[in-house]
């Protein structure tokens, strides 16, 4: 069983990880509540699949700059200081939704700015912390510490959601809004504890653009790493079905904002239970392989999910249907696959980039991990309103499947990545 559960030894072994990783857990939960709560109540403002889907599009420009430029700013400054000015500036974002809120201003463009700005904030700070991690535990254990991340992931995106739901419906959004202001206090913590961790060897750059493009050029010349980027991309593009979870609650599956809750746990609750039980993978050597087999059981699970709502029909009636818990399953497989799939990217990527270009790859990475799902909330919220959201989900799986396997065609190398002799 030792075997099968997640590896603790970076918990053990570094005391700043593990700092880091406790704050971080702590807040994790708050920051689900907000982010599932700005979708539920810009649906509430609209009713309106692709409303819920523009708050992508407002969060991806700023996103974009913030990740790119942020990456530069890592890579030449203290990253504790780059880390925990990000957080502070997340923390007093999340204390204007909450005012909103409170004031009950009811606007949707006024979440649509709040969102925007939590992106770009977003875009800096996991930069950072990513970027930190290769400096707090030793190589071998960079798999088993994204595991543990995607637990605190995992975690996060399953209370959150299932919370967010109810206490939107119970307590409204105000009371929701406030928790993540409290709890974010934690991850501010954990970063100030952090030690020191100033740039280095001798080929540092001044942050800007030159140091932006210094890090595509890298990224140009190694198709392995790109190769992580743009896998992730058909898989968030195509089949991110998260803007689709409110109608689906409200229209076909029943249940309303605590179904909506529910789908989007579900997927969190794969991927804790992938990373409860990672103990296996840090004996995986062919991580590109195993990159590639996650995402098309992503997008089969998401194109499953599309036909369960189909047949499940529009909703008649207060009841929950009986369809709901077949689309539950297929979303917690969809959330293995993609845990599994994050922890091997995160791996590759830091194992085969030089420290000093980590904090712009990293820059990159956020944008393509963060900035996917914002393109795949118009995509699927766009797909919902034009032909319904049991279509557009079932659309998006079978074209996220395809569009994987034209690349891995292109780019056959990357099947056969191999971890103990990392080529980039």
């Known amino acids: 069983m030792r075997k099968l559960l997640a590896d603790v030894t970076p918990l053990r072994e570094s005391p700043a990880y593990r700092r880091m990783w406790t704050g971080v857990a702590l807040s ?63 923390w007093i974002i ?8 409170w004031l009950g201003l009811g606007q949707p463009w006024i979440l649509y700015v709040f969102a925007g700005l939590q992106s770009a904030a977003m875009g800096i700070n996991q930069s950072a912390r990513s970027a930190i991690i290769p400096r707090l535990v030793r190589p071998e254990l960079l798999p088993a510490a994204n595991a543990l991340n995607m637990i605190v992931f995992g975690v996060g995106m399953s209370i959150g959601p299932l919370l967010a739901g109810f206490l939107v419906s119970h307590v409204g959004y105000g009371w929701t ?25 001798d080929q540092v750059r001044k942050a800007g653009l030159r140091s932006v493009f210094e890090g595509f050029q890298f990224l140009a010349l190694r198709p392995n790493i790109r190769m992580t980027f743009l896998v992730d991309l058909c898989a968030m593009i195509f089949a991110m079905p998260k803007a689709l979870f409110p109608a689906m ?19 969190a609750i794969g991927s804790l239970l992938a990373a409860l039980f990672s103990g296996p993978l840090g004996r995986v050597h062919r991580q590109g392989l195993a990159v590639g087999i996650c995402i098309t059981v992503w997008g089969a699970a998401i194109a499953g999910l599309g036909a369960v709502v189909l047949l499940a029909g529009k909703h008649q009636g207060g009841e929950v249907s009986p369809w709901l818990w077949p689309a539950v399953l297929l979303l917690v497989i969809s959330g293995i696959a993609d845990s599994i799939s994050g922890v091997f990217r995160s791996t590759i990527l830091q194992s085969a980039t030089p420290d000093q270009l980590r904090g712009r790859l990293q820059g990159i990475f956020i944008v393509v ?19 319904g959201e049991g279509f557009a989900a079932l659309l998006g799986g079978l074209l996220c499947v395809a569009a994987l396997w034209i690349l891995l065609k292109t780019q056959p190398k990357f099947l056969r990545y191999d971890a103990r002799t990392p080529e980039p």
């Open 249 to 267: 609650g409200a229209v076909w599956l029943g249940g309303g904002d605590a179904t909506a809750g529910l789908l989007l746990a579900a997927v």
């Open 369 to 387: 991990v963060a900035g996917g799902p914002r393109l795949g909330d118009l995509f699927s919220g766009t797909g919902g309103q034009l032909f």
């Open 94 to 101: 999340t204390i204007g939704v909450a005012a909103q809120a």
């Open 28 to 90: 994790s939960v708050g920051s689900q509540l907000t982010l599932v709560a700005m979708s539920l109540q810009v649906y509430a403002l609209t009713q309106s699949t692709f409303a819920v889907g523009l708050l992508g599009i407002f969060s991806l420009v700023p996103l974009i700059i913030a990740g790119l430029y942020g990456g530069s700013i890592v890579d030449a400054h203290d990253r504790r200081k780059v880390a925990l000015y990000s957080a502070a500036a997340l």
């Open 177 to 201: 809004y406030l928790i993540d202001v409290l709890t974010f206090t934690a991850a501010l913590w954990a970063v100030f504890r952090l030690p020191a961790m100033p740039p280095e060897g």
